[in-house]
């Protein structure tokens, strides 16, 4: 089973888009988008689960136009690599401080 990845752009001006996908070879699907207070509680879930949080004027202002549910086009795809490659080199780094958790994790 793939593990689940999650994603949160932020907007200066208090919006926040939330991304999650499950494997690598699957395009991310927008799963919250908000402004003003549910941009907050958008971003302190994120905090709160420990999702990682980028801020990325232009792609959070491209992100909130898609509907929650919607995967990522393909010409938009490039846009969220860099998030995604973002989140791949956090996880990476979690996992190395974390050696002990990768026995359980395969369990």
């Known amino acids: 089973m793939a593990a689940r990845r999650d994603k949160v752009a932020k907007r200066s001006r208090e919006r926040a888009v939330a991304l999650s996908y ?3 070879d699957q395009l991310p699907t927008i799963v919250a988008n908000g402004a003003g207070e549910l941009a907050r509680q958008i971003l302190a879930l994120a905090n709160k689960y420990h999702i ?3 801020q990325d ?3 959070t202002e ?3 136009k898609l509907d929650i549910g919607a ?3 393909p010409e ?3 846009a969220v690599a860099e998030v995604v490659s973002f989140l791949y080199h956090v996880d990476q780094e979690w ?3 974390h050696p002990f958790l990768e026995r359980t994790m395969r369990s």
Do not use: D, E, G, K
């Open 71 to 73: 995967a990522i086009s």
């Open 95 to 97: 996992q190395a401080s």
């Open 76 to 78: 938009t795809f490039r």
């Open 22 to 24: 499950s494997s690598m």
């Open 62 to 64: 491209m992100l909130s």
């Open 57 to 59: 004027h232009a792609l």
């Open 52 to 54: 990682p949080v980028q």
